[in-house]
């Protein structure tokens, strides 16, 4: 007979609980003290104990109802303590076969996971917390370990690539990244930079990534470290297009015209550096047209803001309509528009101006009212012109003046030496400073005589000044310059004075001949204008009817009633005025009724053609034909032959001026004249006169 095993000496040595169940009863033999600390019971207390009462779990039931016959028995399982409590295990069952082959006895080992089991739930708790945290995130995030193998990824993430579920479940990391590597427009940049960062684990990086769907992808990278040791990586992604685009339309915004949505002045800099810069690349030309509407403010004065708003949108697309492809149109502000013609020379900024100039041109409705509105052009051309936006509305604007001035609705280009013409100005306005200081400014006097009677009844002052570099400058050239600076004031001041201190002069020696001063608007504008004639009259003791103001039609047109004021304090004063050069400007009929003026001047340019010029003629005789009717005077100007003396005396001009009697005299020369006047009386009618060399 063989002797029976020593099972607790045998469990005795074994760190894990164990015992050994006799079969068949399925009764415990003999248990070590680590399975009595397991089950908190005594060991010889688990002696006779039925096995599946130990470990109750089905598995071990039908085990043992087996008679071990299913073999060896390994799982994990759950068993309760004496106390109640539930311990995690993993379990072994097998059986001991005797010497003789038979199976007696069974060995049960348990090893205690309990430690592991709760580490392990706390863990999944974690993760779970983590992936909570994951998910409320805005960005998409992916978490890689240090093999570069997707741990972990947030649903967000999935949606910012478009990921389908289907993939991201398959769990198969090379189909996902190739998924992200197709979706990015630039696949060889994204690739190198994948490489890049696994080279340099420790990197943190920040791309944007543009993807194929249009979105833009702002991706960071962040090594995951542990324990100082570099175990991953964090990817977070975020989608950017929803920001970018409003960053664009505030960008676009800023720099747009609010009214017209036209690009405004910060987006035409923009468009002019553009050009500059293919112009220097391919030697293009370009044309800056400054667009400015005539007279609008009349428009917002008497339609109202919101009918102006109106007309200038209606102007926007009418100008937007008649443009090229390349051409661009912009709101410089105000009821000023500018058109960038690219790429244009002369003619094809002209070519466009007309086209601008037709369009604005056509009738405007709004609000039950139809006007007409026209609108002048400055152009400037680029790069000779300009290259900056400044230089080309400068340029642009110079020549707009210019097309302003000139009657408006037109257009026209600048021309390069109006820089030159500024210097030159210059250097005549200091001139004229210092010729006025140094005394070197005269009077002449040029006749003015009866057409009646041939007498001399009057003298027109004009300004002379010899320079000592220039020699004689014509006041053709210096007057505008003078009105240009303001040194007309000045200078008329000087006129005055001078004027009427010869009047005195005349006077006292039993001349009693009228002067007439050329008055600028300038001049006449200052508000001391009339005290300083009449203090001037004063002083000198001149009858003031002895002083002729010569005012130009600009003075009655512009600020009209202030005019009138004006006029009418000069007219107590006792002097006379006339009206220059009359027939050039814009005055009206209805205008002239109003003022005070005592004679009306036809200017030079209507005698010129007399008495062949039918237009001329016609225009004459209604200048004379108004002048009767108002019971003013006229005199013809530059009167140089005798046919246009005769056309003047016989449609009943009152008086002529022109060299064919006499140019601007000294003073001297005008007096001798007026002696040999005295000394021949003039006949009554139709005077002979000689042409004076
Ligand atoms: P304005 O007042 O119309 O003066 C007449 C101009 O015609 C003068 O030119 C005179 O010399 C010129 N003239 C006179 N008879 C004839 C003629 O038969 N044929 C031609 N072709 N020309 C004739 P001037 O002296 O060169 O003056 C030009 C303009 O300068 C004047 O035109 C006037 O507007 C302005 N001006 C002249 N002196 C003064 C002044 O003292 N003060 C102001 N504010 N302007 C002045
Ligand atoms: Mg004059
Ligand atoms: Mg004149």
């Given amino acids: 007979m063989t002797q029976a095993p020593d099972w607790a000496c045998l469990l005795g040595g074994m760190p894990h609980p164990a015992w050994v169940v006799a079969l068949p009863s399925r009764r415990v033999v003999v248990a070590n003290a680590a399975a009595a600390t397991l089950f908190g019971r005594d060991a010889a207390a688990l002696v006779g104990e039925p096995a599946e009462a130990l470990a109750p779990a089905p598995e071990d039931q039908l085990w043992w109802a087996a008679g071990g016959a299913l073999g060896p028995l390994h799982s994990d399982t759950v068993v309760a303590t004496a106390g109640g409590q539930l311990r995690h295990v993993s379990r072994s069952i097998g059986l001991l076969p005797a010497d003789d082959g038979t199976a007696t006895h069974a060995l049960v080992v348990m090893c205690d996971r309990s430690a592991e089991h709760r580490a392990e739930t706390e863990r999944e708790a974690l993760l779970a917390e983590l992936q909570a945290t994951l998910e409320a995130t805005a960005d998409g995030i992916l978490v890689t370990d240090a093999t570069g193998r997707m741990s972990a990824c947030n649903r967000r993430f999935a949606e910012i690539w478009g990921l389908p579920t289907e993939l991201l479940q398959r769990d198969d990391d090379a189909a996902v990244q190739g998924w992200l590597l197709r979706s990015v427009v630039d696949h060889a940049a994204y690739a190198s930079r994948l490489q890049a960062l696994r080279e340099t684990p420790q990197a943190v990086a920040t791309d944007r990534l543009a993807l194929h769907s249009g979105q833009i992808v702002e991706r960071v990278t962040r090594p995951l470290v542990c324990g100082g040791r570099s175990q991953g990586r964090v990817w977070s992604f975020r989608d950017l297009t929803e920001r970018i685009a409003a960053e664009a339309r505030i ?128 152009m400037s051309l680029a790069p000779s012109q300009g290259t900056r936006i400044d230089e080309l509305v400068r340029n642009a604007d110079s020549a707009l003046g210019q097309v302003k001035s000139a009657g408006r609705a037109h257009f026209g280009l600048h021309q390069a030496r109006a820089e030159g013409d500024r210097r030159q100005n210059m250097k005549l306005d200091h001139a004229m400073r210092q010729a006025l200081v140094s005394g070197r400014f005269r009077l002449q006097y040029q006749p003015q ?139 009206s009929l209805a205008y002239l009724k109003r003022f005070p003026i005592g004679k009306l001047k036809i200017d030079r340019s209507f005698v010129s053609g007399l008495p062949g010029d039918e237009s001329d003629a016609g225009i004459v005789r209604a200048i004379l034909q108004v002048a009767r009717a108002l019971g003013m005077k006229v005199i013809g100007e530059g009167v140089e032959t005798e046919p246009q003396r005769e056309f003047l005396q016989a449609e009943g001009c009152d008086e002529f001026q022109g060299w064919l009697y006499a140019p601007a005299l000294d003073p001297l020369s005008f007096e001798q004249r007026l002696a040999q006047v005295k000394a021949a009386p003039p006949q009554a009618a139709g005077p002979r006169i000689r042409l004076v060399s």
């Fill in 449 to 587: 005589i009866d057409l009646r009677d041939g007498r001399i009844v009057g003298a027109e002052a004009l300004l002379r000044w010899r320079d000592p570099e220039m020699g004689d400058v014509s006041p053709a050239r210096f007057i505008p310059v003078a009105e240009d600076s303001g040194f007309i004031v000045a200078m008329g001041d000087w006129v005055l004075s001078q004027a009427v201190r010869q009047a005195a002069l005349w006077h006292q020696r039993g001349h009693s001949v009228p002067i007439a001063i050329n008055v600028s608007a300038l001049q006449f504008k200052q508000p001391q204008f009339v005290d300083r004639v009449a203090s001037v009259l004063a002083v000198s003791g001149v009858p003031p009817p002895l002083l002729e103001l010569e005012l130009t039609e600009s003075i009655l047109v512009h600020n009209a009633d202030e005019a009138l004021h004006r006029l009418h304090a000069l007219k107590r004063l006792g002097v006379r005025m006339s009206i220059d050069d009359f027939g050039t400007g814009y005055s």
């Fill in 251 to 378: 960008e676009a915004m800023v720099r747009q015209d609010a009214l017209t949505q036209l690009p405004n002045r910060a987006a035409l800099a923009d468009s002019v550096a553009e050009a500059t810069a293919a112009s220097r690349r391919d030697g293009s030309t370009y044309a800056f047209l400054l667009v400015d509407m005539d007279r609008f403010r009349q428009i917002n004065d008497s339609l109202g803001h919101d009918v102006g708003d109106i007309v200038l949108k209606t102007i926007a697309q009418r100008l937007q309509g008649c443009l090229r492809g390349e051409d661009l149109l912009s709101r410089l502000g105000g009821d000023q528009f500018v058109v960038l013609v690219k790429p244009a020379d002369a003619a094809a900024a002209e070519a466009a101006a007309r086209r601008i100039l037709n369009v604005v041109a056509q009738p405007c409705s709004v609000d039950g009212a139809t006007f007409t509105l026209t609108c002048s052009i400055g």
